[in-house]
């Protein structure tokens, strides 16, 4: 009896040191919500400022030139009975076209905002970027979820770590 509770016990030994080899390890992972620590950089309340110059220099521009276009639309109404067909003909060419100058110039500032957009903050993602490298390597993490809209509806508590307020101290 002694040896079969012998053989018994080496053979469970066996068997708990392979399944302790063959174990799944425990994956660690970070989650935080990016656009809060994005909007917590430092660097974003200048990115927003200068931005906002500039929005509110290309909005400065399109109100002079609609406030032209609006005169001279006014001259034109107040002149229209009293002008030759060529002159009456040659005014509407003029509104029209600045109309159409005035759209595309609207158009254009707007791509021009949205790359300078880009443009500033491509560091500010990059410096991110960085630190969640960093901040991965140094806890071990297999990856690190970003929480914003509802992309992740339910984390593993045991297995997961909120990272934000971390990263947020790591970018200051």
Same mark, same amino acid.
């Given at each position: 009896?002694?040896?079969?509770?012998?053989?018994?016990?080496?053979?469970?030994?066996?068997?708990?040191?392979?399944?302790?080899?063959?174990?799944?390890?425990?994956?660690?992972?970070?989650?935080?919500?990016?656009?809060?620590?994005?909007?917590?950089?430092?660097?974003?309340?200048?990115?927003?400022?200068?931005?906002?110059?500039?929005?509110?220099?290309? #909005?400065?521009?399109?109100?002079?030139?609609?406030?032209?276009?609006? %005169? $001279?639309?006014?001259?034109? !109404?107040?002149? +229209? =009975?009293?002008?030759p067909k060529s002159i009456l003909q040659?005014?509407?060419? #003029?509104?029209?076209?600045?109309?159409?100058?005035?759209?595309?110039? %609207? $158009?254009?500032?707007?791509? !021009?905002?949205? +790359? =300078?957009?880009?443009?500033?903050?491509?560091?500010?993602?990059q410096r991110l970027a960085a630190v969640?490298?960093?901040?991965?390597?140094?806890?071990?993490?297999?990856?690190?979820?970003?929480?914003?809209?509802? =992309?992740?509806?339910?984390?593993n508590a045991a297995m997961a770590e909120?990272?934000?307020?971390?990263?947020?101290?790591?970018?200051?």
């Open positions: 009896m002694k040896k079969v509770t012998l053989l018994l016990v080496l053979a469970l030994m066996g068997l708990v040191s392979y399944a302790q080899q063959d174990a799944v390890p425990v994956v660690k992972y970070g989650y935080l919500s990016y656009d809060s620590v994005f909007k917590a950089m430092p660097e974003y309340a200048t990115m927003q400022a200068n931005l906002q110059t500039l929005r509110n220099k290309y #909005e400065a521009e399109q109100k002079r030139v609609e406030d032209d276009f609006n %005169k $001279k639309y006014e001259e034109f !109404l107040d002149g +229209q =009975a009293s002008f040659k005014r509407q060419s #003029e509104l029209q076209e600045m109309l159409d100058k005035n759209i595309a110039f %609207k $158009k254009e500032s707007q791509r !021009l905002l949205s +790359q =300078a957009e880009n443009e500033a903050k491509a560091p500010l993602k969640l490298t960093q901040l991965g390597e140094e806890r071990g993490y297999a990856f690190i979820l970003n929480t914003d809209c509802n =992309a992740v509806p339910w984390l909120d990272c934000t307020d971390i990263v947020k101290a790591l970018l200051k």
